[in-house]
């Protein structure tokens, strides 16, 4: 089901902006029995990719009401909201573009996330490196084809995820998820300053870590800095929180962290 400012249809103008220049944003919430986890947390980080991306003021409150509506009475499943500049502007300009379009699916849960929660995950290490960018380094914007990319080498190899790096041969990320890595008490993840998405699960999981025990650091290092890990897992507002069971060769065992994480989340 497709909403388009509030209006049920599943057609875009072939005018937008989004169609022509991937010229928007999104976020992807996870629907668990019919209501949106951290709904508030997906509504900020619209609010802050529209500001970042210079956008006109889009209607938040009716954003949320639209959210919601579409998980009403639907079990599970995924909310997903974008916002598109709308039409208008020329070309790359988006000068008189005032009325952003807010777009409002809901689908079914990927079918395979309920055996990566059980069985855990491998990694393979992409050829597809991401381009540095801190411009638009954490937001979640229409342009993905890199993620395309990604997901296109991990369908060809098999493997369930991708460890991404970036041109500097920096850890960033997966193909549609966060990493997070443990050595002892000590939690790392990746500084998304030039490139990545920050998903809400991430910030979700960093707001956890100390009330676990945990410190936590954001770092930029190569992957051998995960090769001396005790436990890795991934997450994204779907999975949520998933352990890593290899990457490439290395196995990983441990689930300390994860099986702590998992009902918090």
């Known amino acids: 089901m497709y909403w388009i400012n509030s209006i049920p249809q599943a057609q875009l103008p072939l005018t937008d902006r989004a169609v022509h220049f991937g010229d928007g944003f999104f976020t992807t919430a996870r629907l668990l029995d019919g209501d949106i986890p951290l709904l508030e947390w997906h509504l900020e980080r619209l609010s802050m990719a529209g500001q970042r991306l210079l956008f006109a003021p889009f209607n938040a409150d009716a954003m949320r009401r639209e959210m919601l509506a579409a998980a009403h009475g639907s079990g599970d499943g995924v909310i997903k909201a974008l916002i598109s500049r709308g039409s208008g502007g020329n070309g790359y300009s988006f000068r008189g573009c005032e009325t952003p379009q807010r777009i409002v699916s809901r689908t079914p849960a990927p079918a395979q996330y309920p055996r990566w929660r059980q069985d855990g995950v491998r990694l393979s290490q992409s050829p597809v490196r991401l381009a540095r960018n801190p411009l638009l380094a954490g937001i979640k914007h229409n342009n993905r084809l890199e993620q395309v990319l990604v997901r296109a080498h991990l369908d060809r190899n098999g493997t369930d995820e991708a460890l991404v790096l970036d041109t500097e041969g920096i850890v960033v990320e997966c193909c549609s998820a966060n990493l997070f890595w443990r050595c ?82």
């Open 184 to 265: 002892g008490r000590e939690v790392f993840t990746p500084a998304l300053r030039y490139a990545g998405v920050a998903g809400v699960m991430r910030r979700r999981v960093m707001s956890l870590l100390p009330e676990l025990g945990y410190t936590l650091e954001e770092v930029s290092v190569g992957p051998n800095a995960l090769t001396m890990a005790d436990e890795v897992f991934i997450t994204n507002a779907l999975l949520p929180v998933v352990p890593v069971r290899a990457i490439d060769t290395r196995q990983y065992a441990d689930r300390t962290l994860c099986l702590q994480l998992s009902p918090l989340c």
